[in-house]
């Protein structure tokens, strides 16, 4: 028997914004490694960007498809990756007599059967696998039962919007995937508009870190200076009223407390080149935090302009 390339939508999962550096014999082989009954795995390619795309994985057991949707992630490489239950487009119903969308064959008034491919009547003699393709829906060269006919496209649109419209007669539960092409050109816009401004309130954040992070660095590296000047003076007038000193006790105890402030100072001053090296570092890390904050920004405003 031909066995099927993919098992139903009830048993697959996608694997979500991949990195296109990660090849698919690779994903094979972790996923292989953690779920033992795979069927099948394969690149989505309407997923497919410059950056990531998405994968689908068929899993024959029950048990681990309800345990990798529950964890919501998937480890490749060192990097966490999304997982979301695969939710096929909405399927149309088409007639299988004239080929037009909305009805079955029992209930067509076409009085002939039409040919997908050629539109003419496919009990002729004419051999109707190879004959010239051309939808007599709209006249493109594909069959009249392609997704790219005018006709199937405008009736896949209007039911979705039915759909979406009227989500209360859906059974209880359900979800469905919208097509890109169908998503209303509002809901993109307002979700530009929030990243928009979830971006611009990370760069409100990240200046006013800065910032902070500038005075506190600022107001001890000038503060703490004057603080070791003042104990540097206090040690050596302590060790200059020490060697007046003839009492041996006396003499022990001064020369401890002037140990202990030497001790203190040299790690003050360890502290501060410490405190430098890392506000050095730290800066490095913001300057590029800001960087990646513009190109975020310049991105989406890329794509609001686009829309």
Same mark, same amino acid.
């Given at each position: 028997p031909i066995l099927p390339t993919r098992l139903p939508a009830r048993n697959a999962v996608i694997l979500k914004f991949i990195d296109n550096k990660i090849k698919l014999d690779e994903v094979q082989m972790y996923v292989k490694e953690k779920f033992k009954s795979v069927y099948g795995i394969e690149e989505m390619l309407g997923t497919i960007t410059y950056r990531s795309h998405h994968i689908r994985i068929d899993l024959l057991s029950k048990e681990e498809y309800i345990n990798i949707l529950n964890s919501g992630k998937f480890v490749i490489g060192g990097h966490l990756y999304e997982v979301d239950e695969y939710l096929p487009s909405p399927k149309i119903l088409?007639?299988?007599?004239? !080929?037009?969308?909305?009805?079955?064959?029992?209930?067509?008034?076409?009085?002939?059967?039409?040919c997908r491919r050629c539109g003419n009547n496919r009990k002729n003699k004419d051999d109707h696998k190879?004959?010239?393709?051309?939808?007599? %829906?709209?006249?493109?060269?594909?069959?009249?039962?392609?997704?790219?006919?005018?006709?199937? $496209?405008? $009736?896949?649109?209007?039911?979705? *919007?039915?759909?979406?419209?009227?989500?209360?007669?859906?059974?209880? %539960?359900v979800q469905f995937y919208i097509p890109q092409q169908f998503r209303d050109q509002k809901?993109?816009?307002? *979700?530009?508009?929030?990243?928009?401004?979830?971006?611009?309130?990370?760069? $409100?954040?990240?200046?006013? *870190?800065?910032?902070?992070?500038?005075?506190?660095?600022?107001?001890?590296?000038?503060?703490?200076?004057?603080?070791?000047?003042?104990?540097? !003076?206090?040690? %050596?007038?302590?060790?200059?009223?020490?060697?007046?000193?003839?009492?041996?006790?006396?003499?022990? *105890?001064?020369? $401890?407390?002037?140990?202990?402030?030497?001790?203190?100072?040299n790690t003050v001053n360890n502290r501060l080149q410490l405190?430098?090296? %890392?506000?050095? !570092?730290?800066?490095?890390?913001?300057?590029?935090?800001?960087?990646?904050?513009?190109?975020?920004?310049n991105s989406i405003d890329q794509l609001s302009n686009g829309q």
């Open positions: 088409i007639c299988n007599k004239c !080929n037009t969308p909305g009805h079955v064959k029992k209930n067509c008034k076409s009085t002939i059967e039409v190879v004959c010239c393709i051309i939808c007599h %829906h709209c006249g493109g060269d594909h069959e009249a039962t392609n997704f790219k006919c005018i006709l199937i $496209f405008k $009736f896949r649109q209007q039911l979705l *919007q039915q759909l979406k419209n009227n989500t209360h007669l859906l059974p209880p %539960h809901d993109s816009e307002n *979700q530009v508009k929030l990243m928009a401004q979830s971006w611009q309130l990370l760069n $409100f954040q990240s200046k006013t *870190q800065t910032d902070a992070i500038a005075d506190i660095y600022m107001t001890l590296s000038d503060g703490i200076p004057s603080i070791m000047d003042s104990m540097q !003076n206090f040690n %050596h007038i302590l060790k200059d009223i020490n060697k007046n000193i003839t009492n041996d006790n006396e003499r022990q *105890q001064r020369d $401890f407390v002037i140990t202990r402030i030497d001790e203190s100072i405190m430098t090296d %890392h506000h050095k !570092n730290l800066m490095i890390i913001i300057n590029k935090q800001n960087e990646l904050l513009v190109r975020g920004m």
